[in-house]
């Protein structure tokens, strides 16, 4: 699990198959087998534990979950949910117990794009804010100006990138329907 955790996918297979060699198992250990008793495992350790609120569990949770979507086949689509509501479970309580820098870096890891969770997006969009008043009171305009504008983009649903390929040319009117932009 703990190869797992930090990307070490081929490692932790070779784990799980040397579990499942010596622990008699029967049949082939082929991938599938492997990768499903992976996938269980992750998500066993991964399970919430009596009043595991505080961040490190929480955080731990997120990291075991998000290993257990790289290694889980499409057919196990309910890890992913899984993981995206450990994501969002996460934000909020960053957003009550921690900064609003803590929210953003977990949105910037990625590991759940906007508009998968409205409650998710405000709490991101709410952290941009509450950091965009903390910096123009710290004097910094132009952080709180870049904060303002990445919340009203969330809040727009679009993800924090620039267009693709710029501004279409020929246009004579400005309307930015958000359509050009990478999802």
Not at 31 to 54: I, K, N, Q, Y
Not at 66 to 72: L, W
């Amino acid at each position: 699990m703990a190869a797992a955790s930090d990307g070490r996918a081929s490692a932790a297979r070779s784990a799980v198959r040397s579990m499942l060699r010596y622990g008699g198992g029967e049949g082939p250990c082929g991938e599938e087998r492997v990768d499903g008793m992976l996938v269980d495992l992750l998500l066993d350790a991964a399970r919430p534990r009596g009043t595991e609120s505080t961040r490190a569990a929480m955080e731990r949770r997120v990291d075991l979950l998000s290993a257990t979507v790289g290694v889980a086949g499409p057919d196990r689509g309910h890890v992913k949910e899984q993981r995206d509501a450990a994501v969002r479970e996460l934000a909020e309580h960053l957003q009550a117990t921690a900064s609003p820098s803590d929210v953003i870096e977990l949105f910037l890891r990625d590991l759940m794009r906007t508009g998968v969770s409205a409650r998710y997006d405000q709490t991101v969009q709410a952290a941009y804010l509450h950091r965009a008043a903390a910096r123009e009171e710290a004097g910094d305009i132009g952080g709180a100006q870049r904060d303002r504008v990445c919340a009203e983009r969330i809040g727009a649903g679009l993800p924090d990138q620039g267009l693709l390929f710029g501004p279409a040319r020929g246009r004579r009117r400005h309307h930015d329907s958000g359509q050009g932009a990478l999802f």
